[in-house]
């Protein structure tokens, strides 16, 4: 069997692709990736790799319409038997194509939302799909209702007893808050340094490359902000130390969108991983998650009294009930992941 993996990105952005590699790779399976070489940084000389001209994330219609005929190209000349299709945007331009040749062999892999949901009948391509695979139950807020989801969390933990012991120690004067990865959400994130801005208790440490890394040092140049540092992209061998070197990872993301509410992010199952707590601001999917496990801090929608909560949770916080809540929460990723995992290596079969 030949199976292709349709990718709308370059594979640094798409890191839970690799759940999908392990299983095929440990399956003998023959399978090749076709992806979008956005950022110039794949071997061109990979004719399943395609690159346009420009360099970045954003794309238009017709970019699209491009990349869509480079896709019907290679799976037209190397007839794969079963497909994988990752994000909502590709499945809208390759609907009809799906429908006709690989009605229920294909898997819909969705990430993220997209507003093109809007503009064609995914319920469609959702019910023809083998499964459709979600990285976060919040997203059945905007998906049609159906019985073919499964739910792959963005992490590869297998058992529990991979967990890093608990470092949390909240004795210290000065309490460091990390975004650890891509960084994106300026307007937040800016926010947030406003109400914290030259606090003698607290750091704010940005970690990784974004579209809003030069705004945010722009603006804690102008503002004369002595307390956040933006250190820009990092190693993943590195990855490790910056959490363990954190006291609590911020995961505030907007809540009036629909994407960032019902999103689970990767800095979520890191953050429990290395036994930090998270921080985030109430309103999302994401928030529910982490008052259901006792994940970290919850804090007003305002932000206005945030180091005031933050320095009331930290008084108050219960390291025994942490360690219970963090467990449930990998159990039940787990639990999920494994059925992932069988029902691929079904669809592989």
Not at 145 to 152: A, P, S, T, V
Not at 170 to 194: E, P, T, W
Request: hydrophobic share 35%; glycine share 4%.
């Amino acid at each position: 069997m030949r199976l292709a993996l349709i990718c709308p990105s370059n594979m640094l952005y798409m890191p839970y692709v690799k759940s999908y590699e392990t299983i095929l790779n440990s399956n003998n399976v023959d399978y090749d990736i076709i992806s979008w070489d956005r950022f110039h940084i794949e071997d061109p000389v990979n004719p399943l790799n395609y690159r346009d001209i420009k360099i970045g994330h954003q794309r238009s219609y017709l970019d699209y319409l491009r990349y869509k005929k480079f896709i019907i190209n290679k799976l037209n000349s190397k007839k794969y038997d079963k497909i994988i299709v990752f994000g909502i945007q590709i499945s809208y331009f390759l609907k009809k194509y799906l429908l006709k040749y690989y009605k229920n062999k294909y898997i819909l892999d969705i990430r993220d939302y997209n507003k093109i949901i809007n503009f064609f009948n995914i319920k469609n391509i959702i019910e023809n799909s083998n499964y459709t695979v979600l990285s976060s139950p919040g997203y059945f807020d905007w998906l049609p209702i159906g019985n073919k989801y499964l739910i792959n969390h963005n992490t590869f933990i297998k058992n529990l007893n991979e967990l890093k012991k608990n470092y949390n120690n909240f004795g210290s004067n000065n309490i460091n808050i990390a975004c650890i990865g891509a960084l994106r959400d300026y307007q937040i994130n800016i926010d947030l340094i406003k109400k914290l801005k030259n606090n003698e208790k607290v750091s704010l440490s940005f970690h990784g490359e974004g579209d809003i890394n030069k705004d945010i040092v722009k603006f804690i140049e102008k503002k004369a902000v002595n307390n956040v540092v933006v250190t820009g992209r990092y190693n993943q061998e590195e990855e490790a130390s910056l959490y363990i070197n954190s006291n609590l990872i911020n995961t505030i993301i907007p809540n009036n969108h629909i994407n960032s509410k019902t999103l689970l992010p990767n800095r979520l199952y890191n953050a429990v991983l290395f036994g930090r707590l998270l921080l985030t601001q109430e309103g999302t999917y994401l928030a529910e998650q982490i008052k259901e496990y006792n994940l970290g801090i919850v804090i007003s929608k305002s932000l206005n009294e945030i180091f005031e909560e933050i320095d009331t949770y930290l008084k108050e916080y219960d390291d025994l009930k942490y360690e219970e809540g963090r467990t449930l929460f990998f159990e039940n990723v787990i639990k999920d992941n494994n059925h992932f995992i069988e029902k691929l290596k079904e669809f592989i079969k």
